[in-house]
């Protein structure tokens, strides 16, 4: 990486432009978060490698609305001398700009105020899976929500176009039914996370838009052997990138036609569930992994109350409970 010679930034403004105006090696790629185009810079091809694999399905051409500068663990060393403020000590910047200190991932980012320019520098971000994918998310979920863009827990299973919302918390069986049914395949926007427009659309419909590119699941589900399985040392689940396994699995939004939430048990049914216990499964889900807002939740309440929700147990054979999930389809 080419850098020139600079004082060290004092605030997170500075860093930003510090770093914006230095040359960056490797290009990186133009990304759509449910049609926010964001141009993700890296410092060098290693890092590029780890970070846009997250997203390589989301590349799209366009003129960006946000640039994200990506400073990974190869070359975070390279900056130190530019950072002249206590990492555990960010904030609000007066000249204009915030900082966030994720002390986890021994990361920061540092923003102008409109959430256009962004910097990561990070001393974990590497090939890890599990740490790479949070800490994106962390510093992605920030700059969206400014965007009018909101991250939402679950899955979806449908068609090319049109799919079922799939929510509820974690070990209650959505990726294992997402991993059913791609192998049978139907196609999903992802599994765990997902994004969602803070506004709802003028149509009568509602869309969810794609985000990361793998699914996250117990390496002993039913469903795993379906699977090639990336480790997380510390974790219980294992991470699969979707792509290489169902090269036609993964697309970029799904017009959402039923909202499901699934829980496992003996034998496989289906019954309607009601406005306010679908409402209290999402939120539960979804705040506890993307925090809580008021936008949030009056978006979630809109999408529930235009969409046919229902309960459903999946027994032994998950197959059943993805035919049941694939019915919803052509109702």
Avoid at 135 to 157: C, E, K, S, Y
Avoid at 163 to 188: H, M, P, Y
Wanted: aromatic share 6%.
């Amino acid at each position: 990486m080419a850098q020139t010679s600079v004082n060290p930034a004092k605030t997170p403004r500075e860093l930003v432009e510090n770093i914006s105006h230095q040359s960056i090696a490797h290009p990186g790629a133009n990304i759509s978060f449910a049609g926010k185009v964001a141009s993700i810079r890296t410092c060098c091809p290693r890092a590029a490698a780890s970070v846009l694999s997250l997203f390589h399905h989301l590349e799209r051409p366009g003129h960006p609305d946000i640039t994200l500068t990506v400073v990974g663990r190869e070359c975070a060393h390279l900056f130190h001398s530019q950072i002249d403020w206590d990492w555990e000590k960010l904030g609000q910047d007066p000249a204009g700009g915030s900082g966030w200190y994720l002390p986890a991932w021994k990361s920061i980012t540092a923003s102008d105020v409109s959430r256009t320019t962004v910097v990561l520098i990070s001393k974990l971000l590497g090939a890890r899976d599990f740490g790479r994918r949070e800490i994106m998310r962390l510093v992605l979920q920030d700059v969206l929500d400014h965007h009018g863009i909101l991250g939402i827990h679950g899955a979806t299973i449908g068609g090319a176009t049109s799919g079922v919302f799939l929510s509820n918390r974690g070990g209650s069986g959505k990726s294992t039914l997402v991993a059913q049914a791609l192998s049978r395949g139907l196609r999903t926007t992802g599994d765990d996370f997902l994004l969602i427009e803070s506004k709802p659309p003028r149509s009568s419909s509602d869309f969810l838009y794609s985000y990361f590119s793998n699914l996250k699941i117990h390496p002993e589900s039913p469903a795993a052997p379906l699977l090639n399985l990336s480790s997380i040392k510390g974790e219980e689940k294992a991470l699969a990138d979707i792509a290489p396994q169902f090269p036609r699995g993964l697309v970029d939004r799904h017009q959402i036609v039923a909202l499901v939430i699934p829980s496992v048990g003996r034998e496989t049914s289906l019954e309607p569930a009601s406005h306010e216990r679908t409402l209290k499964a999402v939120l539960l889900s979804s705040v506890r992994l993307t925090g809580m807002s008021q936008q949030l939740f009056f978006r979630v309440k809109s999408l529930i109350e235009k969409t046919p929700c229902y309960s459903l147990v999946v027994g032994p054979d998950p197959g059943e409970g993805v035919n049941v999930v694939e019915s919803l389809l052509v109702r």
